[in-house]
């Protein structure tokens, strides 16, 4: 699979800021609708769930 997406760098950080605090780590997933993660704390009391649609981006495509 090959991602090609350009988002502003402020914008993805604030989006992503709700699993930061949560998490140090999450996967990413990528299809031709967006990008979507969850992510649940360590001792599963928290969960944070992101969407970011396709049109959010300056580019995007996903192909593969």
């Known amino acids: ?6 988002i502003d ?3 993805l ?3 992503l800021a709700p699993v930061d605090a949560i ?3 999450c996967k990413l997933r990528f299809d031709a609708d ?3 993660t ?3 704390d360590p001792a599963n009391v928290a969960m ?3 969407e970011i649609p ?3 981006f300056e580019t995007y495509h996903v192909g593969g």
């Open 1 to 6: 699979m090959t991602v090609e997406a350009s």
């Open 9 to 11: 760098a402020g914008l």
């Open 13 to 15: 950080a604030d989006a």
């Open 23 to 25: 998490v140090n780590e």
């Open 34 to 36: 967006g990008v979507e």
């Open 38 to 40: 969850r992510a649940v």
């Open 48 to 50: 944070a769930s992101l």
């Open 54 to 56: 396709a049109d959010c």
